[in-house]
């Protein structure tokens, strides 16, 4: 069955390093994948999608790459800071339902 | 600004209540979704629709159904609430003038006593 996996419930990282999410995805080729970031109570909010074509996409201090080989995503932040820690969900399109989201990185910069 | 509203954002319902959590999206999307999101266990999909009066079961339907009798409000049901839906039910909605992008709504936080 289609599965995504992202490799850390938790990560902890000293204010100003970057920040790398990864996301794998087994049993089938997403056209796209979303990552979305969510903060504690409130639902998750849209911030990047990358085509299967694409190799990086770039937003103000975030990246994401999508490598169709490895059938994995990678999420930067760059100069990361306290306002960075959230939960980031990755999210590539099901089959026959919608997105299917993983279980999330749970993100806590350190100042 | 686009905008899913969730009716209620906070409810304490006894055991065999039945449970209306309204979703209401201004952005003309076609497809609705509802999710609950339990610690651990993510996101995961109740119910969707793509169009009004059509519904599709996600993964976990069973306790649940849905409405859409307008386009743009998306109601999820429980018809005999347990304790075992004490969770967090996320409504959101995409469509064709969004491109992929899903809008999620606040949530609402349901608690089953």
């Known amino acids: 069955s289609q599965k995504i996996e992202q490799n850390s419930e938790a990560l902890n990282i000293q204010e100003g390093k970057t920040a790398t999410l990864t996301c794998n995805y087994t049993n089938y080729s997403p056209a796209y994948l979303q990552w979305y970031r969510q903060d504690p109570g409130r639902g998750p909010v849209f911030l990047l999608l990358i085509r299967e074509n694409e190799k990086e996409k770039r937003k103000e201090r975030l990246k994401v790459t999508f490598d169709t080989t490895l059938k994995q995503s990678l999420f930067h932040i760059t100069a990361s800071q306290p306002a960075d820690s959230a939960t980031y969900l990755c999210a590539p399109p099901g089959g026959n339902t919608p997105l299917v989201f993983g279980k999330g990185t749970r993100l806590s910069v350190i100042a | 600004d686009v905008k899913v509203t969730q009716s209620s954002r906070y409810l304490v319902k006894r055991t065999g209540e039945k449970v209306f959590l309204e979703c209401v999206q201004d952005?003309?999307?076609?497809?609705m979704f509802w999710y609950r999101q339990d610690p651990g266990l993510g996101l995961r999909l109740i119910y969707f629709s793509y169009d009004v009066k059509m519904k599709e079961k996600g993964d976990i339907p069973e306790g649940y159904s849905v409405s859409r009798e307008k386009k743009e409000r998306f109601s999820l049901i429980l018809e005999s609430a347990s304790t075992n839906q004490t969770s967090m039910y996320l409504c959101?909605?995409?469509?064709?003038?969004?491109?992929?992008?899903?809008?999620f709504g606040e949530g609402s936080w349901l608690t089953v006593v």
């Open positions: 952005m003309d999307h076609e497809n």
């Open positions: 959101a909605s995409t469509g064709t003038n969004s491109g992929n992008t899903i809008y």
